[in-house]
T-cell receptor, first 111, second 113 residues
Framework: GENVEQHPSTLSVQEGDSAVIKCTYS??????FPWYKQELGKGPQLIID?????GEKKDQRIAVTLNKTAKHFSLHITETQPEDSAVYFC??????????FGTGTSLTVIP | KAGVTQTPRYLIKTRGQQVTLSCSPI?????VSWYQQTPGQGLQFLFE???????NKGNFPGRFSGRQFSNSRSEMNVSTLELGDSALYLC????????????FGAGTRLSVL
């Protein structure tokens, strides 16, 4: 199966600064990489995803980059705001469409 | 379109009891996956059901079982509860094909005393 590692486990940034979360995966056949945001008391919500035929995808203040050779992908949040504070998870599927999740990054944006 | 609905939101049980959790997927979604979320282990995959058949299974003991009905609604059952089963149980629905987006419900918080 797939093995997904996520770093860092906790991250504190000042409001307005950028935050970067990195994930590595083991299965070179993985070709779809979603990122989820989980707020307190809620289930994870998809915020952005990237497919293996592109190297970068942006959606306003959020971007994801993918390096298939190195088997890692990263989430970038620019101009962070207090409402960005949450736990973020990366994920990757195996060939059977079973998703494997990273252990999560707790992001705190300090006003 | 309504999202993924999980019931109940909270449950308190004692060791040795059994529990059944319910998940109603987004209309039109045929795949339902179940995950256990704990602070130390993150999201651990339990199993996936697609068109009433278990398609994938994670590394959990046989006390954890599930099923899916013809309307795609799914139930998860845990028998002979242990203290370590205390967790947030999440279900996610998708269309069921490769690289389909998974949409999560808010989860059922199970506490075993």
């Amino acid at each position: 199966g797939e093995n997904v590692e996520q770093h860092p486990s906790t991250l504190s940034v000042q409001e307005g600064d950028s935050a970067v979360i990195k994930c590595t995966y083991s299965d070179s056949a993985s070709n779809y990489f979603p990122w989820y945001k989980q707020e307190l008391g809620k289930g994870p919500q998809l915020i952005i995803d990237i497919r293996s035929n592109v190297g970068e995808k942006k959606d306003q203040r959020i971007a994801v980059t993918l390096n298939k050779t190195a088997k890692h992908f990263s989430l970038h949040i620019t101009e962070t705001q207090p409402e960005d504070s949450a736990v973020y998870f990366c994920a990757a599927p195996d060939t059977g469409n079973q998703f494997y999740f990273g252990t999560g990054t707790s992001l705190t944006v300090i006003p | 379109k309504a999202g993924v609905t999980q019931t109940p939101r909270y449950l308190i049980k004692t060791r040795g009891q059994q529990v059944t959790l319910s998940c109603s997927p987004i209309s039109g979604h045929r795949s339902v996956s179940w995950y256990q979320q704990t602070p130390g282990q993150g999201l651990q995959f339990l199993f996936e059901y697609f068109s009433e058949t278990q398609r994938n299974k994670g590394n959990f003991p046989g006390r954890f079982s599930g099923r899916q009905f013809s309307n795609s609604r799914s139930e998860m059952n845990v028998s002979t509860l242990e203290l370590g089963d205390s967790a947030l149980y999440l279900c996610a629905s998708s269309l069921g094909e490769a690289k389909n987006i998974q949409y999560f419900g808010a989860g059922t918080r199970l506490s075993v005393l």
